[in-house]
């Protein structure tokens, strides 16, 4: 339930911060593919959210936010992740950063409070930043590599971070981070953007979230005070899960996918359910272990999908098209070292992932015929059981048989 119950201000409805969502995602959707297509950061995006009200979401109500929950500001980010992909995934950083930090017990009751009075006064958002080159994700186990040393005076914090999301507008970045101690600690630490040390280096390339700035974050003997320690313990007091945390986590791992990747590679949670090319990454890049596949699970079906006026109106060149379609395909199965350099080059990840991927997809274009339609009829009666989706429909009536001359004709 969102309340305010802080002086002076007037509570809102739920509906009333879900129509703002609304109202804001008709622009942002607008914007979306040139940002995607130009990697620029959206912050026209984020500056409409904050006088809308909406960075102080999940801010707790005694501070000035509307103390929204998890499961109501999951809503919020699917309602901007339909406009933009990139956008949602920021603010849902800066959502359960909040949601965290209003919740934990470890969260020094000082810096928790500074930062919920900027996010409801202004522009001030914050993302963990965790992830390192050499350590992949904290959850893998390990030090960090990036070091903090104590002195007199303050901390001076050294490394690299990677996927660090939201570099370009975040005010706060919690650095995960090891002492220089005799017997190393281990934690976050709270640094303010732009201090002396601190660079941004652009290597965030993904088609789909270019605009979300997960860029490398660099520090370079950065000075920050003493009491910007968040929390940081001894490595063997982690291996107990923050509860806050994970259920946080969960709930948004549930209702916006994009953040699955960010909730495991952070260590939120143990587990991630996901498809290609993401699991290959993790295999490849990260050494994590598929655990179970969905094979004898669901048929594993995908399809090329058109509107019924351009299946009318357009024949000629949706025939044409599933006829290099699946040409194409064909010359993949056989070429898979080269699709694979091509793939990797256009997507900008190294070649091995999709080299991972396709040398066991075996991905073929095949027509629509009644063991298809029975098969995707199963996945459809399976969804439907299980909740995801409400309404049983017929998978003979959703499917148009009439381009298999088309494959046929490619070769297949």
């Given amino acids: 339930m969102v309340t305010s119950v802080a002086k002076g201000r007037t509570a809102h409805s739920e509906p009333d911060y879900i129509a703002r969502a609304e109202a804001l995602a008709e622009g942002f959707a607008a914007r979306a593919a040139e940002h995607d297509r130009a990697g620029s950061f959206p912050f026209e995006n984020f500056r409409e959210l904050s006088e809308a009200g909406l960075l102080s979401l999940t801010v707790p109500a005694v501070h000035g936010g509307a103390g929204a929950g998890a499961r109501y500001a999951a809503r919020v980010i699917g309602i901007i992740g339909k406009a933009d992909s990139s956008t949602a995934l920021v603010l849902s950083m800066h959502y359960i950063n909040h949601l965290v930090m209003g919740r934990s017990p470890t969260w020094p009751a000082k810096l928790s409070r500074k930062l919920a009075r900027e996010s409801v006064e202004g522009l001030a958002l914050v993302n963990a930043l965790r992830v390192e080159p050499e350590l992949g994700s904290p959850a893998r186990g390990g030090l960090p590599a990036t070091i903090a040393r104590r002195t007199e005076t303050g901390w001076r914090l050294t490394g690299h971070k990677i996927y660090s999301t939201g570099s370009p507008i975040l005010k706060w970045y919690l650095v995960w981070a090891r002492t220089d101690e005799a017997e190393p600690r281990v934690g976050q630490f709270l640094v303010p953007a732009g201090l002396p040390g601190i660079r941004i280096v652009e290597t965030w390339d993904h088609h789909g979230l270019r605009a979300s700035g997960s860029h490398d974050v660099i520090f370079d003997d950065v000075v920050i005070p003493l009491d910007a320690e968040v929390d940081v313990r001894k490595p063997q007091d982690w291996r107990a899960p923050d509860v806050a945390q994970a259920t946080v986590h969960t709930v948004f791992v549930a209702a916006a996918p994009s953040d699955a990747k960010i909730a495991y590679t952070q260590g939120s949670v143990d587990a991630w359910s996901t498809w290609e090319p993401y699991v290959s ?72 992932v999709p080299q991972n991927w396709l040398s066991r997809a075996k991905i073929r274009i095949a027509p629509i015929d009644d063991g298809v339609v029975a098969d995707e009829q199963s996945t459809i009666d399976l969804y439907f059981r299980w909740g995801l989706i409400k309404q049983k429909l017929d998978a003979a009536e959703i499917v148009d048989r009439s381009f298999a001359d088309a494959i046929a004709k490619a070769g297949l």
């Fill in 281 to 352: 990454q993790e295999e490849v890049l990260f050494k994590s272990r598929r655990v179970i596949t969905s094979e004898g699970l669901t048929p594993g079906l995908s399809f090329q999908v058109a509107r019924p006026d351009a299946i009318r109106d357009k024949r000629a060149e949706l025939t044409d098209f599933i006829r290099r379609l699946t040409g194409a395909r064909a010359w993949s199965l056989s070429n898979v070292d080269s699709y694979a350099a091509t793939w990797g080059k256009l997507m900008n990840i190294p070649t091995a």
